[in-house]
Structures are given as structure tokens and as C-alpha cells.
């Protein structure tokens, strides 16, 4: 819709060039048409904000032409202009979906006032709806609201992929939120009504995994007393969540596979093929490319769960959105333990902030109830925060190491190999192992790390 636009729809010419010199003063933007018809394919091609639609015209009157716009999915406003003592014909045409009406002969500043008043409600209903779009933005994703750059971007890709029933890898750290983003997408697809089924792969022992997603019989295996439905049974018609993929062994991959492709399984011990209708979201820490290469994950099993991809990034790549996230947080806690905290000082918020947070959302929601629950005041002091989130970071390479008996040249290809090898192993604890994630985080090509991580002698799990 163009906002400030006007279309004036009338089949007399001088009707219509009158209203267009008074309503150009308040420097509109004016289009023209003729009659009905010609009125509903500009409707449709220009999208006027407003309309002025005259009642009696040829073909297609005012009144059927209101009707025909109040059908369109994004119809403008419109202003029947009558004939003097036609009134009932307009409170007529209110009735069916008109704003207001105008009757001939009218004076100029009443057509400027009324023009002025309906885009003015047009554009009142604008923002209310982009504030609304907002508000159920920043509320509608539990933890992980946020209004960095890169958490638009998440955003934007859960609302899209929330329309198309497709398989969803989510990728991220430990406490990053992977679950609430399924939870999110769930509750927003076709398929809220349906049970919404989290299973974690990596809490599960080898032995009962399958047992876990497929269900079995009684006397399939010792303990089996009685027949059990599995996780994708009981998510029929819904979403289930495998959180942890990365972890699961290659055999329960192969099953999976199966239900992937077909929608059928059978239960353990059983002969029964069971068909069932289900969303498959995957979530994992992992990097599933390197698993692939080190051949602990299916390569087709992997192209099957990531039809869309899904990267959820740390908090420390995020740190604009610390604030907001605090003050969620202090309120929420407030509630729950019946609380009175009111605010948090700049000194403890610039703490948070400059903090790295390897345990993420988590970490800081944990972080701001402790502090909550154990304050006395009204507002959080640095104080109040634990003393991991005080200490300061020691320098990567102190100046009492420097070895200044060794020629500069020696000394300074020493300093080098320290600060490299020291910076790239905490970049390597801050991605937990993960050379894709330390790569990018490093701004460097993956190959280019594993070369360097060879030259310094730096074994990935290393943390000394």
C-alpha cells in the first residue's frame, strides 16, 4: 500500500479535476480512473492508501464497486461521495466496509479534512501493526529474543521455514537455545496442534535408543513386560525433536534413514508396520561435516535433516542483545521468587557484557537468578554476580616470559608461536573442540587452522 496516495474514481471529468486541485495542496500523490472497472485494476496495480468513490456511475456503480474492494485481500479505505440528500445511500455503503462519506456540493477544507484524517488512521494502523510484528517478535521467542543483526537473521529464517513442512538442522553451542527454537517452530506451523516430542540422543544409553524412537513389543528384550510406544509414534501428526543427532551410532543412523524416506517403521520385536506422519527437527553442537569426514555420521542421513539449515549463534557473538536478555531475566526471576529488583547498575551490566559466556543463555539466565535470589537490594550490583563473571582475564602472553638474552629475531618468533598457539586454544575451549565454529571465529579458512594446529602441536581437545 502507498501510503499518502489517493485514488478518485468518477466518471465526470470536472468531478474529478476539481478534488484532484484541492487535494494536490496537501501534496498527495493522485491517481484517476474513470469507473468501476478501471477503478478495481488500479486498485490493484497502483495500491492507493485512499480512495474517493463516486456512487452513481455507468456499468459498475459506486456501491457495487465497494463491494468488490471490500473483497480484496488488502482493500484501501474508501470515501463515498454522493449526491446531496443521499445519505441513506451512504449510511448504506458504510455498512458495507466504507470509512466515511462526502455529499455534493462539498466545501474544499471538509474534502482536506477528511482525506487527512483517513491517512492518518491508515498510517496509525501501519505502525500499530509493525509495533505489533515487533512486540510478538521480541515475546514470541522465549530466551532467545534479541535485536543484534544476527538474531534478525534467525528470526527471519524461522518465520519462513515455519510455512514449509521440511526437515530443520539447528546448529549451536550448548545453551544456545536449539530446543526453544523447535519448540518455536512447532508451535507456529500447521502442526501446533499435534504432540510436540523432544528426544535426546545423547541422554539415551546405545542399548535403548531404538527402543526410545521406535517403541517395542512385550518380550522383545529382557525388561520388555509390556508393549511400549517409541518417541515417533507418539509424535504423530506433530514434530519431534532429536536433539543431540550428532551423537547417535551408525546403526540407529540406518534406521532412521528408513523413516525419513518411507514414514514407516516397525517396533522392536515386532512384525507390524507402522506409517506415521512427522515433522523431523535435528539439533546438535556438532559440526556434521567433520563427522562425515571422520565417518561417524551418515553423509545421506545428513543432506536428509537439513533441508533447511538453521545456525543459532553464542551470546558472545551477540553481545547487544545482554541488556535486553538481563532485564527479561530479572523480571521473570522477580516473579518467581517474589522478589523486588528493580534495575541493574552500569558497572555489573558492563561486567556481563565483557564476559565471554561459554555456557550461553543458560549460563546467563542461571547467572541473573543466582544474583536475584541472593540480593538484598533493589538494584544488581557487581557485586551480587559470581566471581567467575568478575575475574579478569589473564594477558596470553605476560611480559615476565619474554627471554630478552635471545637475539630479537629468536625472541620475537617465540612471542609469536605463544600468542598463536595460546589464542587459537581458547577459541578452540570457547567452540568446544569444534574446528569449523574456531575457524570461523578466528576469520580463518578451515585448512589453514588444521595446518597451523599441526605446526604448533596443538591437539584440538587440548584446554592446558
Known amino acids: 500500500m502507498r501510503i499518502n496516495s489517493i485514488l478518485i474514481v468518477d466518471d465526470e471529468k470536472a468531478a474529478r479535476y476539481g478534488m484532484q486541485k484541492i487535494l494536490q495542496r496537501d501534496h498527495y500523490t493522485i491517481f484517476e480512473a474513470a469507473n468501476g472497472l478501471d477503478a478495481l485494476q488500479k486498485i490493484q496495480t497502483l495500491q492507493p492508501a485512499l480512495v474517493f468513490l463516486d456512487i452513481n456511475m455507468p456499468q459498475l456503480n459506486g456501491l457495487k464497486t465497494l463491494e468488490k474492494i471490500c473483497e480484496m485481500k488488502h482493500p484501501p479505505l474508501v470515501v463515498i461521495v454522493t449526491a446531496h440528500g443521499s445519505e441513506k445511500i451512504a449510511v448504506e455503503a458504510m455498512k458495507k466496509g466504507a470509512y466515511d462519506y462526502i455529499a455534493k456540493p462539498y466545501e474544499m477544507e471538509e474534502l482536506r479534512l477528511i482525506a487527512k ?41 524461522i518465520e519462513k521455514v515455519v510455512t514449509a513442512d521440511v526437515t530443520v538442522l539447528l546448529q549451536g553451542e550448548s545453551g544456545c537455545g ?43 528384550f529382557t525388561g520388555a513386560t509390556e508393549r511400549r510406544m517409541g518417541k515417533f509414534e507418539l509424535a504423530n501428526k506433530g514434530t519431534i525433536l532429536l536433539d543431540e543427532i550428532g551423537d547417535m551410532s551408525l546403526s540407529t543412523q540406518s534406521k532412521l534413514l528408513r523413516v525419513l524416506q518411507e514414514q514407516k517403521f516397525e517396533r522392536l520385536g515386532g512384525a ?7 515433522r523431523i527437527i535435528s539439533a546438535t553442537h556438532r559440526d556434521l561435516e567433520e563427522e562425515i569426514e571422520e565417518g561417524r555420521f551418515r553423509e545421506d542421513l545428513y543432506y536428509r535433516i537439513k533441508v533447511v539449515n538453521i545456525k543459532i549463534p553464542p551470546l558472545r557473538q551477540r553481545k547487544e542483545d545482554i541488556p535486553l536478555l538481563v532485564n527479561r531475566f530479572i523480571h521473570y526471576f ?131
Open 334 to 464: 522477580n516473579e518467581k521468587h517474589q522478589k523486588n529488583v528493580a534495575s541493574i547498575s552500569n558497572d555489573a551490566m558492563k561486567k556481563l557484557i565483557a564476559y565471554n559466556w561459554p555456557g550461553n543463555i543458560r549460563q546467563l539466565k542461571n547467572t541473573i537468578e543466582s544474583a536475584v535470589v541472593l540480593t538484598n537490594n533493589e538494584m544488581l550490583d557487581a557485586l551480587d554476580l559470581s566471581e567467575e563473571i568478575l575475574q579478569p582475564e589473564e594477558p596470553l602472553i605476560p611480559q615476565k616470559n619474554i627471554n630478552y638474552n635471545l637475539s630479537f629475531r629468536e625472541a620475537k618468533k617465540i612471542i609469536i608461536e605463544n600468542f598463536e598457539r595460546d589464542f587459537i586454544k581458547k577459541k578452540l575451549e570457547e567452540c568446544g573442540g569444534n574446528i569449523s565454529r574456531t575457524a570461523e571465529a578466528l576469520d580463518m579458512h578451515r585448512q589453514n587452522l588444521q595446518q597451523k594446529m599441526r605446526d604448533l602441536e596443538i591437539n584440538r581437545g587440548c584446554r592446558d
Open 178 to 220: 536449539k530446543e526453544l527454537v523447535a519448540s518455536e517452530i512447532h508451535r507456529r506451523s500447521k502442526r501446533k496442534n499435534g504432540p510436540f516430542i523432544v528426544m535426546n540422543c545423547a541422554a539415551v544409553p546405545e542399548t535403548l535408543i531404538e527402543s526410545e524412537l521406535f517403541g517395542h513389543e512385550k518380550g522383545s
Open 272 to 278: 507390524e508396520t507402522l506409517e506415521v506422519d512427522v
Open 117 to 157: 484524517n483517513a491517512l492518518e488512521r491508515i498510517a496509525l494502523q501501519e505502525e500499530n501493526t509493525r509495533l505489533r510484528l515487533e512486540i510478538g517478535r521480541l515475546e514470541g521467542y522465549g530466551e532467545l529474543l534479541g535485536q543484534s543483526k544476527i538474531m534478525r537473521e534467525v528470526f527471519d529464517k
